[in-house]
């Protein structure tokens, strides 16, 4: 019987529990902008090819946070951009009833990030499943996403 060995990342910047997106936004999404369309995927546990989190207690984000703003100018910038590339801090939230997801950059300390919904719109006539992306303090509709290119 043989073992074998699989390297496993440690989540950085004290990320802990791994986000479970819902089955309902996982997928390829499609969605147009200034013409042209484009893409995007969601999966088990990333968005946009980030890794999703769950947001730390505020007493570990405020340490960490001081942490990551006491770091030489330099490095602080080169970790804010990896941070902001490949990790997300996640909080959930009802829509109309449906279980939907914030994502925030992780340890971003301000800004309202992308917000999440899978809905059900009427598109050309058929009832489609979609999801709608917000933005803002308010969760503004920025643009309604589907899984199909038509």
Known sequence: MGMHSQKVEA??????????????????????????????????HTVWGKKLYYMLPKKEYNKLESKLESLPEKKYM????HLDDTIGQVYEFKWHGMKSFNVNGWLAGAGNGAYY???????????????????????WLTFYAYNHQN
Do not use: D
């Open 117 to 139: 919904v899978p809905v059900t719109k009427l598109r050309h006539g058929k009832k489609v499943q979609a999801l709608r992306i917000g933005h803002g303090a308010y969760n």
């Open 11 to 44: 989540a950085p910047w004290g990320a802990k529990k791994l986000y479970t997106t819902p089955v309902a936004a996982r997928g390829t999404w499609y969605y147009k902008e200034s013409g042209k369309i484009n893409r995007f995927k969601l999966t088990k």
């Open 78 to 81: 080169s970790t804010i951009y």
